[in-house]
């Protein structure tokens, strides 16, 4: 632990959230030492130093992604972190016009964003197809209980009450739903009955 609590020290020395470190030893520290084990066990490749580093730098890039999300709204397809081979910001757009990368600069560090052009949706455009085809989704799936849109990838998780082989017998039905849709369909079974549906869906972006 104190390894972990010596880094995040160093990486957040010279930021704004310098005042914030928890004091070693306070369970807002240990916590904090749990969230960079969990990262580190994520990405085995990164080390604790670079782990403390990136969660510093996480930590200031919401302006960045809501500017962004501004200057490109027409085209925005979705906007995520991503952790390989380093951590940069993707950008996902709609149509063919390329743009050129950039660096975004926060008090802990700076930042690629990377933009990926040629998708066929917006986010917005996304999810009304899918939301268009709703009850249809409802109709053929049985135990619905949730789902999770991945606007960049054409693809949507849907989370379902039944076990792996109600799961594998779904099979025919999700190829069909995939060719309505246009979307890459895949079930995740066993998921609870508290999720739900009808809740705005996310791909694991910057919300």
């Known amino acids: 632990m104190k390894r972990i609590s010596a880094a995040l020290a160093l990486a957040f020395a010279s930021s704004m959230a310098a005042a914030q470190i928890p004091p070693p030893g306070t369970e807002a520290m240990l916590?904090?030492?749990?969230?960079?084990?969990s990262?580190?066990?994520?990405?085995?490749?990164?080390?604790?130093d670079d782990a403390v580093s990136r969660m510093a730098i996480q930590s200031e890039l919401a302006p960045v992604a809501e500017s962004l999300r501004e200057e490109f709204a027409e085209r925005l397809t979705d906007i995520s972190i991503q952790h390989d081979p380093d951590q940069h910001i993707l950008v996902e757009l709609k149509g063919p016009d390329s743009v050129p990368n950039r660096v975004a600069r926060t008090p802990s560090g700076a930042t690629r964003v990377v933009f990926e052009a040629g998708h066929r949706y917006t986010k917005e455009e996304f999810h009304q197809v899918l939301d268009s085809h709703r009850s249809l989704i409802y109709s053929e799936i049985p135990g619905i209980t949730g789902s999770s849109g991945f606007p960049g990838e054409d693809r949507v998780l849907i989370y379902i009450s039944g076990d792996a082989d109600q799961a594998d017998r779904l099979k025919d039905t999700i190829a069909k739903l995939e060719r309505v849709l246009g979307f890459k369909i895949s079930l995740r079974p066993n998921m609870p009955k508290s999720m739900n549906m009808a809740a705005p869906m996310s791909g694991g972006g910057m919300e």
């Open 31 to 37: 916590e904090l030492e749990m969230l960079v084990r």
């Open 39 to 48: 990262y580190v066990a994520r990405h085995p490749g990164v080390s604790i």
